[in-house]
């Protein structure tokens, strides 16, 4: 079992969903020590492994509020996968970084910079392959 924590974010990994449970129960245990408590709405679970696709109980807090199960979760940015194997999704990044690029890309048509965008790109692209 493991507990990795950053700043306000905890992440438990547990190797059975029972022993996840028993984790959960002492996470909560030691948060209302210090006069912090689990935000349910914020917290889900997903399962790694070669049973990712089946069905278990759901956890339970301390309080008996239910934990769902997810397809991902978002752990300090970085969305990670429900899958056989562990992985990680780069799609929101991807998302983030094609709305972004296109808002500028349509501020520079608005302002008449139209061709600006392309030849930095081309000139990215020339630059990194070295030719």
Request: hydrophobic content about 45%; charged content about 20%.
């Amino acid at each position: 079992m493991s507990i990795l924590l950053y700043a306000d974010d905890i992440l438990l990994a547990a190797p059975s969903v029972t022993a996840l449970q028993q984790l959960l129960l002492l996470c909560e245990q030691e948060l209302m020590w210090l006069g912090m408590s689990l935000n349910v709405k914020k917290s889900v679970c997903i399962r790694i492994g070669a049973r990712f696709k089946a069905e278990c109980c759901n956890l339970v807090t301390g309080e008996g509020q239910v934990l769902i199960w997810a397809n991902d979760i978002r752990y300090l940015g970085v969305y990670n996968v429900s899958a056989s194997s562990f992985k990680c999704s780069l799609d929101n990044a991807k998302r983030s970084f094609y709305r972004s690029f296109n808002a500028i890309r349509t501020a520079d048509i608005v302002n008449g910079l139209s061709g600006v965008c392309e030849s930095a790109i081309e000139t990215e692209v020339y630059d990194v392959r070295g030719t």
